[in-house]
C-alpha cells in the first residue's frame, strides 16, 4: 500500500505556503496513477488562483512528465528484477511554493540518465525514446545516479494577471 | 481506457476513450493485432474521447500507422483535443498523422463515433 505524508507551514494561505508532499509507492505501473493523482493535486499549490488556459497547460506537462519518469523507472529501472530484489520501490517527493514545483522520484533500480539520451529522430515515425522527450521538453530535469537514484523535475508556473485569464475565454 | 472496434463499407473504425497509457495499452495491442492483420483498406481512429496519452500508447498508434501503411492502407486520426494533441504537437506527429478536422480547433463537446 502506498503511503503518504504531507507537510505544509501553519498559518499560511494556500498557494503561499511551501507544502512538502511524500509517497512511498510500489515500483509498479498500478501505481503510477496515485503519484498522477497527487501531483495534479499539488499543481493546485503553486498559485491561489488554479484555473485558465496557462494553469491548465502548467498541469498537463508536469502530470504527463511525471507519468513518463514513472514509465521509464517501473519498465526500464526495475526491468528484470527478481521480486525477491527488494526494495522495487519509489520514493515521490512533491514540493511547492507560489509559482514552482519541484518533484523528486528515488529509485533502487538500474540507472538510466535521461539528460544523456538524444532526442528520438521524428523523420522515421519513431514508436520509442518519445517519453524522454516529452519529459524534457515540458521539465528541468536532473538526475544523480547511485543508491538511489534521483531523478528531478521542476518547472516554474509564471502567474497571469486575472484580466488576462478573464480574456481567454473572449471570442 | 475504453475501445471499440468496428468494420463496415470498407473502413475500420477504432474509437479509444479514457487514458491510453502503459497500463492499459496491453488490454488494446492484441487487438490492435488482429486489426492490423485484417489488412485493411482504411483505418479511421477516433480520439475524441481520449482524455490523456502516454509515450506507450503513442508507440501503440504509431505503429498501427506504420503497419497499415505498410500493407497499403491509410490511417486517419480524428478528434484530438487536450493533452494528447499537445502530445501529438509535440512530437511533431500532427505532421503526419493527423486528419484536416484534426489539425483546427477541435468543438468543446464529445463528437459522435459513428460518422456513417
Redesign the interface.
Known amino acids: 500500500m502506498p503511503t503518504l505524508r504531507y507537510d505544509a507551514e501553519d498559518g499560511a494561505p494556500a498557494a503561499e505556503a511551501a507544502a512538502s508532499i511524500r509517497l512511498q509507492l510500489a515500483g509498479i505501473l498500478e501505481h503510477r496513477n496515485v503519484a498522477l493523482r497527487a501531483v495534479s493535486m499539488a499543481c493546485k499549490l503553486v498559485t491561489p488562483g488554479p484555473q485558465g488556459r496557462a494553469w491548465n497547460n502548467f498541469q498537463m506537462q508536469v502530470v504527463s512528465a511525471v507519468g513518463e519518469a514513472f514509465n521509464n523507472i517501473v519498465l526500464h529501472g526495475y526491468a528484470g528484477r527478481p521480486a525477491r530484489e527488494q526494495p522495487n520501490s519509489i520514493d515521490l517527493r512533491i514540493q511547492t511554493r507560489r509559482g514552482h514545483i519541484r518533484i523528486e522520484l528515488r529509485d533502487w533500480g538500474s540507472e538510466f540518465d535521461p539528460t544523456r539520451i538524444p532526442p528520438p529522430a521524428f523523420d522515421t515515425l519513431p514508436e520509442s525514446g518519445l517519453g524522454l522527450f516529452i519529459m524534457q521538453s515540458f521539465m528541468e530535469i536532473a538526475y544523480r545516479s547511485g543508491r538511489p537514484n534521483l531523478l528531478t523535475l521542476s518547472k516554474r508556473y509564471v502567474e497571469r494577471s486575472s484580466a488576462a485569464r478573464k480574456g481567454e475565454g473572449a471570442v | 481506457m475504453r475501445f471499440e472496434i468496428k468494420s463496415a463499407t470498407g473502413v475500420t473504425h477504432l474509437a479509444i476513450e479514457g487514458e491510453l497509457?502503459?497500463?492499459s495499452v496491453s488490454e488494446l495491442r492484441p487487438d490492435l493485432e488482429k486489426l492490423v492483420k485484417g489488412k485493411p483498406t482504411v483505418v479511421e481512429v477516433d480520439l475524441s474521447s481520449l482524455r490523456?496519452v502516454?509515450?506507450?500508447g503513442?508507440?501503440a498508434l504509431?505503429?498501427l500507422?506504420?503497419r497499415v501503411r505498410a500493407q497499403g492502407g491509410s490511417v486517419v486520426i480524428k478528434g484530438l483535443r487536450?493533452?494528447p494533441l499537445?502530445?501529438f504537437r509535440?512530437?511533431?506527429?500532427d505532421r503526419?498523422m493527423l486528419g484536416a478536422d484534426t489539425t483546427r480547433s477541435p468543438p468543446p463537446h464529445k463528437q459522435s463515433k459513428s460518422r456513417h
Not at chain 2, 90 to 93: K, T
Open positions: 497509457d502503459a497500463v490523456m502516454d509515450s506507450s503513442i508507440g504509431v505503429s500507422y506504420k487536450d493533452q499537445a502530445i509535440l512530437l511533431r506527429l503526419v
